[in-house]
């Protein structure tokens, strides 16, 4: 999950900007990133598909559920307290003959997302995920029916777009962001598509292709981009 500082810190000799070459406002972003998000960014490098837990999936869920038809900057606020709320379904997940009514926890949830749907998906994705586990077991569910972007959109609000970005959160290989300001910042620098330019940046940075994205990501979300007109 991508979660916003409502107030960053800015270094205004350091300020990413367009006028600058591709390696050299990565390195501006980098820095705004580790000062700001160090904590996200060590998260998503440490996350490993192989070694996620039913919880950390969730959470990643619920994030892509409530970005969807919104954004990072509405849901950021109300995140850690929608967590909260549905701790009690992190429990669910590992047991199989207790499910929880919807109801009390429905209002304050509609209320957060502004969806009554979404508490509907995080109730069936709760209970999609622990019959899994109750009957294949944790890491042979996980191996087996949440490895494909395909899979992953059997999820409500989990569509083809959102599922790649889900697939990135939770470490499956091959996945990063290709949101339409990083396809905008390919195409000013001149790079074929967002995976050439992450690669051409993986090349010269040692980081991971998911961390870049971010690190790109998290500029883009925090500096006004204005992108000359082609």
Not at 1 to 25: V, Y
Not at 130 to 136: A, N
């Amino acid at each position: 999950m991508e979660l916003l500082k409502s107030k960053p810190i800015i270094d205004e000799e350091w300020k990413p900007s367009l006028d600058l070459d591709c390696n050299r406002f990565f390195s501006r972003a980098m820095k705004f990133a580790q000062t700001n998000y160090h904590v996200h960014l060590s998260k998503i490098a440490n996350t490993f598909y192989s070694r996620i837990s039913p919880t950390v999936f969730f959470e990643e869920y619920i994030w892509r559920v409530c970005c969807a038809g919104s954004s990072p900057e509405i849901v950021t606020p109300y995140f850690p307290e929608l967590v909260t709320e549905l701790l009690p379904y992190h429990q669910t997940l590992w047991n199989g003959n207790w499910f929880l009514s919807r109801e009390p926890k429905r209002k304050m949830v509609d209320e957060l997302t502004g969806n009554s749907a979404k508490f509907d998906a995080f109730a069936y994705t709760a209970k999609t995920l622990c019959y899994g586990i109750k009957l294949y077991g944790w890491n042979r569910y996980r191996n087996h029916f949440l490895d494909k972007t395909t899979h992953l959109e059997i999820f409500p609000f989990i569509s083809k777009e959102n599922s790649a970005r889900l697939a990135s959160s939770i470490g499956l290989e091959g996945f990063f962001f290709e949101e339409p300001i990083l396809m905008n910042m390919a195409k000013h620098w001149g790079f074929v598509s967002v995976p050439d330019m992450i690669n051409t940046l993986a090349s010269q940075f040692v980081l991971q292709t998911r961390v870049i994205a971010l690190i790109l990501w998290y500029a883009a979300m925090s500096f006004p981009l204005n992108f000359p007109e082609s």
